[in-house]
C-alpha cells in the first residue's frame, strides 16, 4: 500500500503502481512501516529526458536514485572515447549506492535511455538511519555486492571469451534468469552489443549465424528461441 506522508517527489508512478517508491526495491525490504515513512519524508523527484545525463564521473557521490519509470545505462568511456555499459537498470532498481558508504566522486557515466523518472536520496540522510538500525545496512551491503558481482561477470566475459562466446553466456544466463528458452532480449541489439563489447552489426551477423546452424530462431528484432541449448553451451566451454 503506498505510504501516506510527506513525500515531495509524487511520482506518477508510484501512484499507478500503489506502492512507494522505497518499496520498489529490495535495499529497504528490512524496514518497518516508520523506517520507510521516514525515508520517504527526505526524497525528492526528478524527470530525465532521453540521453539526459543524471551523473557524469567527478560529480559528487552523495545521491542515492530509484527508478520508477524509465531505463538508465551505467557507461564508462574509454580514451577513444568508445562507451563500455557496465548496466542497463530499469523500474524498481537503484544506481549511485556508493554515496551510502563514502563521498569520493563518481567514476562512471549514468544517462536515461528513455524519458526516467527517479527518487533520488541524500546519502547522509540513508547513513544516519542505518546507525539507528543496523539490518538495515547488512541489506543493503547484500544488494550492493550481488550488484558489484553481476558487472564483474561482464568485464570478465569480456576479458576471457570471444564474441561468439559473450554471446552464447549472455544468452544462456538469460535462458536461466527466465527459466525459459524462449524470450525477449531486455535491450535492443544497439544496447546489447555495447554491453557484450562488440559492434551491433558483429552481433546481427553472429546472432544470424547461429539461427542458420540451427542453434536459435530470431523471431522479429528482439524474441530469440535456445533450440540446442547443448550446442551454445558448447561455443561457450569451447577452448
Known sequence: MLLETGCKCSCDSCKRN???????????????????????????HKTFDKGELIFSPGDPGDNLYIINMGEVKIYKLSSQGRQQILHVLGPGSFLGEHALFDSQPILNTAEAMKRTNLCILKGKDIKELILSHPEMGLK????????????????????????????????????????????????????????????QETLSRKLSALQDEGILSLQGQRNIIILDQERLKAILDRE
Open 140 to 199: 543493503i551491503l547484500e544488494q550492493y555486492a550481488k550488484k558489484n558481482v553481476q558487472i564483474l561477470d561482464i568485464v570478465e566475459s569480456i576479458g576471457l571469451y570471444d564474441v561468439e562466446q559473450r554471446i552464447a553466456k549472455y544468452l544462456l544466463d538469460l535462458s536461466t534468469e527466465f527459466s525459459l528458452k524462449a524470450f525477449k532480449l531486455p535491450f535492443s541489439k544497439g544496447t546489447l552489443a555495447s554491453i557484450i563489447g562488440t559492434s
Open 18 to 44: 500503489g506502492v512507494s517508491c522505497v518499496d520498489q526495491i529490495t535495499l529497504f525490504d528490512s524496514l518497518t512501516f516508520e523506517q520507510k515513512r521516514l525515508i520517504l519524508s527526505k526524497s525528492v
